[in-house]
């Protein structure tokens, strides 16, 4: 496993984007080959068994393991593949790498915390200001790449709101006719591109991931939770009508 792992990550660290596909290709391969232990691993935690990690699949824990060691960790330099610059790197490159770390967060939540650094947010954050220039896809798989990040870590929370991050992700929410939306009545869709409807549905669900109440179970930040209205109000400058999507989203979940 650690030689599989470290030429992965030797193919990462190339300038040379050949040579970073090839590296995506065969972390692909090893993830594919770890997911059925993976099923396996979710099933055990859903029961609560008393089953010790020795006894999950010794492959999946040997990859879990290795990943706490910065050597062997793989999200650290996958996060190389941001800074490449998005003219020059086909947008496929970028969906490949959002699928893969969504994947690594999930198997490996402690991967989560290189996303306390700024500059590591910050390099997910600059791809979704562009991405939308880029490919409504990209700008899609971005978001659900920022809720893997955020998944009860209130850490990035803070971080990706001190980046300017609500401001970026709302600014791409697009309707025609908000007074609908007031009037609690079905808002006027029609002249809206099939791709900005899809984009719109990924920021909603992000909204209601995120406009969560925080304090809850296993937040250990305590002294630094944020209601619903102060999160909010980070969306009011550059869309004034959160608070009448917020009532319509609530109203949906109590369907």
């Known amino acids: 496993m650690e030689d599989k792992m470290l030429e992965i990550i030797d193919h990462l660290d190339s300038n040379d984007i050949t040579e970073i596909s090839t590296g995506l290709e065969l972390l692909d391969v090893l993830l594919r080959s770890l997911l059925p232990y993976i099923k396996t691993y979710s099933k055990l935690k859903s029961k609560r ?17 290795l990943q706490d060691n910065f050597q062997y960790n793989i999200t650290e330099h996958l996060l190389n593949i941001y800074k490449l610059n998005p003219i020059e790197v086909n947008y496929d490159t970028f969906l490949i790498t ?86 609690n009545q079905t808002v006027n869709t029609t002249s809206i ?46 869309f004034p009508e959160i608070d009448d999507l917020i009532q319509s989203l609530n109203e949906l979940k109590d369907l």
């Open 98 to 183: 959002n699928r893969l770390l969504q994947g690594l967060l999930l198997i490996h939540s402690n991967s989560r915390q290189l996303f306390h650094r700024q500059r590591n947010m910050k390099l997910i954050l600059d791809l979704l200001l562009i991405s939308e220039d880029i490919n409504i896809e990209l700008t899609i798989s971005i978001i659900t790449t920022l809720i893997h990040i955020l998944l009860k870590d209130f850490i990035n929370y803070r971080i990706f709101e001190n980046l300017n991050g609500c401001s970026i992700l709302i600014k791409k929410f697009k309707l025609t006719s908000f007074d609908n939306l007031k009037k």
């Open 49 to 65: 068994t008393s089953l010790q990690p020795q006894r999950i699949p010794q492959e999946l824990n040997t990859f879990i393991e």
């Open 193 to 238: 591109s099939i791709d900005q409807k899809n984009l719109n549905f990924k920021i909603i669900e992000f909204l209601m991931f995120y406009l969560t109440d925080e304090n809850v179970p296993g937040n250990d930040n305590s002294t630094n939770i944020k209601s619903i209205k102060d999160k909010s109000n980070y969306f009011k400058q550059d």
